[in-house]
């Protein structure tokens, strides 16, 4: 079993669509959540940082932690064609710096 | 400017050479990574050197070396390539505090191709 899983998709929604990508993970030592989106045949950018359980926001997008239940989600409301990308995310222990990565969600968005 | 460069940005190549790919930072970071990307788009830690000093080490071939002649630097050496070498390669950075504020900032991806 892996340390993160996640849906490889493709998830294809409609342009405007509410948009949920998840993850969930075993081990409850990872401490810090990221979620990174690569555009294809580019590197993962950071798209959003979370350390503590319950929602982060930065314009459209919207970061979720549960602990508890070792689960994170990224949302993103009115989706856009430029949102067609790979969503990986991605979580670490504290005071590691190697970055753990599920194998990323592919996400079109279409016009 | 770019902040993380690689390069080369494509590599193609047979079984049995020897390849370097280089990485550079411009972002004043002590820390510097390799990641392997394989074909079903999983990214995972190869080695990570922090001020020139190696400090992760992954379940990697020996035939892979990294070196860092200085912290802006890291360069990933492949001896003896094989096929399940092709892949893509990411260089990453970060301030390297390991704190709750650490952040890596990707390069562009080597994408190797061994025949």
């Known amino acids: 079993q892996k340390e993160v899983e996640q849906d490889p998709g493709p998830l294809s929604v409609p342009e405007g669509a509410i948009v949920s990508l998840n993850c969930t993970y075993s081990?409850?030592?990872?401490?810090?959540f990221m979620w990174y989106r690569q555009y294809s045949r580019k590197g993962p950018e950071l798209l959003m940082y979370?350390?503590?359980?319950g929602n982060k926001e930065d314009g459209r997008f919207t970061a979720q932690v549960d602990k508890s239940s070792k689960y994170i989600s990224l949302f993103i409301r009115d989706s856009q064609p430029s949102d067609s990308a790979t969503y990986l995310c991605?979580?670490?222990?504290?005071?590691?710096?190697?970055?753990?990565f599920g194998s990323g969600t592919r996400l079109q968005v279409q016009p | 400017d770019t902040a993380v460069s690689q390069t080369p940005k494509y590599l193609v190549t047979q079984m049995g050479n020897d390849k370097s790919i280089k990485c550079e930072q411009n972002?004043?970071?002590?820390?510097m990574y390799w990641y392997k990307q394989d074909s079903k788009k999983f990214l995972k830690i190869m080695f990570s050197?922090?001020?020139?000093?190696?400090?992760i080490n992954e379940t990697v071939p020996n035939r892979f070396s990294p070196k860092s002649p200085d912290k802006a630097h890291l360069n990933l050496h492949i001896n003896s390539l094989e096929l399940g070498d092709s892949a893509v390669y990411f260089c990453?950075?970060?301030?390297?505090?390991?704190?709750?504020?650490?952040?890596?900032?990707f390069g562009p991806g080597t994408r190797l191709l061994v025949l």
């Open positions: 081990n409850s030592a990872f401490q810090y």
């Open positions: 990453a950075s970060s301030q390297g505090t390991s704190g709750y504020q650490e952040t890596q900032y």
């Open positions: 050197y922090n001020n020139k000093e190696l400090i």
């Open positions: 979370t350390y503590s359980s």
């Open positions: 972002l004043g970071h002590d820390t």
């Open positions: 991605a979580m670490r222990f504290p005071g590691r710096r190697a970055l753990t």
